[in-house]
């Protein structure tokens, strides 16, 4: 079964893959690392969402986002 993956998932998880990018190439500080922290969360809330109200996986959701992205993007976790 194909998903079907909404721009707004696509443009929240290149947010997070570019703040990722931002971050890591500064020294970590808790307020430089914070906006991927906060872009990597609003990604993760938003695939959690239309996850369920669409009645999918979530983790074949973010894997078919993520998987639309280039291979230089990845995204790491942030906890």
């Given at each position: 079964m194909a998903i079907?993956?909404?721009e707004d998932l696509i443009l929240l998880e290149r947010s997070a893959v570019e703040e990722q990018r931002e971050a890591l190439a500064e020294a970590y500080t808790e307020e430089e690392w914070a906006p991927w922290g906060?872009?990597?969360a609003a990604f993760q809330a938003a695939v959690t969402a239309h996850a369920e109200a669409?009645?999918?996986s979530r983790y074949e959701l973010e894997m078919a986002v993520e998987g639309d992205r280039p291979a230089s993007g990845a995204l790491l976790a942030v906890s």
């Amino acid at each position: 079964m194909a998903i079907d993956i909404p721009e707004d998932l696509i443009l929240l998880e290149r947010s997070a893959v570019e703040e990722q990018r931002e971050a890591l190439a500064e020294a970590y500080t808790e307020e430089e690392w914070a906006p991927w922290g906060e872009a990597a969360a609003a990604f993760q809330a938003a695939v959690t969402a239309h996850a369920e109200a669409a009645g999918v996986s979530r983790y074949e959701l973010e894997m078919a986002v993520e998987g639309d992205r280039p291979a230089s993007g990845a995204l790491l976790a942030v906890s």
